[in-house]
């Protein structure tokens, strides 16, 4: 009943940050720089004002801009995205084509990270100050501090330009490959790149927030009890100071989900992944405000509901939590 009531108090909330999510986002793309009518034109090299304001027209360009956001507004109240100013597809229809490749390189972006970072923020708390635990924390800032499209670069020109031993870019190979196995080997050799790209930014903020949550539950009261009883160091370690340093893991573990979308712009952009990232990057320089905005109301979505996902997780790990509530 406490869960029931708790996601329906979210679902009111979240359909009130999404409207305001979805009016902010339309007024921002409006007052951005840029006339997708002037851009049509001159991909069809008919610049002439009757073209242009029969352009506007069409899209409903010529209207006042809160007639648009009503207009909007209403639509995406229907799951009515709109069309594409450039290809005249539905708007939700490319939103799906893109989505399983971004899923899939933040899917294994987000695994990767999740499972070694906090692996590696633990066994560097468990011996501070020690060499694993310097050599550690300065990989984990050299990480956090280099651009992600530069560490890309980088590994491009490592595993791809000198070694050979990884594609540069795309989700498949140019030549067909046939057999599911081998289709599978194929995408699995493509995403490791890109995924570590990714993963590696995430990594050096869970080995950092993983050693110090742990070594400041070290120091608490009920561990130094634990001790004093006698239980055998792997049991504290795990059970008493690993478990309660997950709180702020898992909390920010639900933040990252939701903005890998985001983050996968620029991943997507350096390897040439068909993904939502590369469709918003594309879409950007045509003035394709539609597709934009869909991205943008996607990834808001996404923020939404992995936040309910980790409340609700944040729960279960302590309950405290839900009691507090």
Not at 203 to 220: G, Q
Not at 254 to 275: K, M, R
């Amino acid at each position: 009943m406490y869960y029931l009531r708790f996601v329906f108090q979210w679902a009111v909330k979240a359909a009130g940050v999404i409207l305001a999510i979805t009016i902010l986002n339309f007024m921002l793309i409006r007052m951005a720089p840029g006339d997708p009518a002037i851009v049509l034109a001159g991909e069809a090299g008919a610049a002439d004002p009757e073209f242009l304001s029969e352009t506007r027209r069409n899209f409903g360009l010529d209207q006042p801009v809160l007639v648009q956001l009503g207009t909007y507004v209403k639509n995406v109240a229907t799951l009515n995205l709109g069309t594409s100013y450039r290809t005249g597809r539905p708007v939700t229809d490319m939103l799906l084509e893109r989505l399983p490749a971004t899923l899939l390189l933040t899917g294994v972006a987000f695994v990767f990270a999740l499972f070694l970072g906090p692996f590696l923020g633990a066994l560097a708390a468990i011996r501070p100050r020690s060499i694993f635990d310097s050599v550690l924390t300065a990989f984990a800032l050299v990480c956090y501090a280099t651009p992600i499209f530069w560490v890309g670069l980088l590994l491009v020109l490592l595993f791809s330009v000198r070694l050979g031993w990884l594609p540069a870019f795309g989700m498949t190979s140019i030549v067909p490959v046939h057999g599911v196995f081998a289709g599978l080997l194929d995408r699995i050799y493509h995403v490791i790149l890109p995924a570590l790209t990714l993963g590696l930014f995430y990594i050096a903020v869970y080995v950092r927030l993983t050693r110090a949550s742990m070594l400041e539950v070290a120091s608490l009261d009920y561990v130094k009890t634990a001790r004093a009883k006698g239980l055998p160091e792997g049991r504290v370690v795990r059970a008493h100071i690993f478990r309660t340093a997950l709180i702020p893991i898992v909390t920010f573990a639900g933040l990252q989900v939701g903005q890998l979308v985001g983050g996968a712009i620029v991943v997507e952009t350096v390897f040439a992944w068909p993904g939502i990232g590369r469709l918003a990057f594309d879409a950007l320089f045509q003035r394709d405000y539609n597709v934009l905005l869909g991205v943008f109301l996607l990834s808001a979505v996404m923020v939404v509901v992995f936040n309910l996902l980790t409340d609700i997780l944040l729960r279960i790990v302590d309950p405290r939590i839900g009691g507090a509530a």
